[in-house]
């Protein structure tokens, strides 16, 4: 299994552009999650879906973010307008289809965004 | 709301010396407990974790934890440290549908 994919790998943008961040979670995984790693605030869930299906926003810090899942093998981040202190590294992260509480998540190897 | 806390933010060990990176929660019912290690540059890894049952937990790469209920305590120990262990180390618990909280991770260098 090639594990969770996430494009790009590194982002680097101009303030006020929007940013698009890609992820495939693992073939069979049926929840998906997001997360923004900072030095200052550490791991942060931004938002999480199961079966396609956001569950979880209250961690997307303003409406300049959003997030879809239109199908169970592809998710994005959008960020418009792009701002300096988006800059991060964005992580995505499955979990298995067996489902419940019991089950590991799987990261991918993230986006590093950088917003000049 | 669940908290994690990793008091130790920075530790410098040389090689060959004993680990313990401490861990503490705040829930007050069943938790499952993670703790997982990012490489520098790399994604996060799962090194171990603990469901019930037996309450020292062996994880890849000779690491293990021990859940302390009555601390609410997930403490990661290795008995000899190499230089390739230098990373950074997360504690996480699930107390609900598959949602992580994550502490804010412990660097460790590891000097040869």
């Known amino acids: 299994d090639a594990g969770v994919i996430q494009s790009p790998r590194h982002e680097v943008t101009e303030m006020g552009q929007e940013v698009t961040l890609r992820c495939k979670p693992i073939?069979?995984?049926?929840?998906l999650f997001w997360y923004r790693q900072t030095m200052m605030r550490g791991l942060e869930l931004l938002i999480y879906?199961?079966?396609?299906?956001?569950?979880?926003d209250s961690g997307m810090p303003e409406d300049r973010f959003s997030a879809k899942m239109p199908n169970a093998s592809f998710s994005t981040l959008k960020i418009q307008p792009s701002e300096p202190r988006d800059s991060a590294v964005y992580f995505c992260?499955?979990?298995?289809?067996?489902?419940?509480?019991?089950?590991?998540?799987?990261f991918g190897p993230g986006t590093r965004l950088t917003v000049l | 709301a669940q908290s994690v806390s990793q008091h130790n933010h920075h530790v410098i060990l040389s090689e060959a010396a004993s680990l313990e990176l401490g861990c503490n929660y705040s829930?007050?019912?069943?938790?499952?407990l993670f703790w997982y290690v990012q490489y520098p540059g790399q994604h996060l890894q799962l090194l171990l974790k603990?469901?019930?049952?037996?309450?020292l937990v062996k994880g890849i790469k000779g690491f293990e934890a021990e859940f302390i209920k009555s601390k609410f305590s997930f403490n990661l120990r290795k008995p000899s440290v190499q230089w390739s262990d230098t990373a950074e180390y997360f504690c996480?618990?699930?107390?609900?549908?598959?949602?992580?909280?994550f502490g804010t991770g412990t660097r460790l260098l590891v000097s040869p």
């Open positions: 996480a618990v699930n107390t609900g549908f598959q949602k992580l909280v």
């Open positions: 829930y007050g019912g069943t938790v499952n």
């Open positions: 879906f199961n079966n396609n299906v956001p569950i979880d």
């Open positions: 992260a499955s979990i298995s289809a067996s489902g419940g509480f019991r089950d590991t998540q799987y």
């Open positions: 073939s069979g995984h049926n929840s």
């Open positions: 603990y469901f019930s049952g037996d309450p």
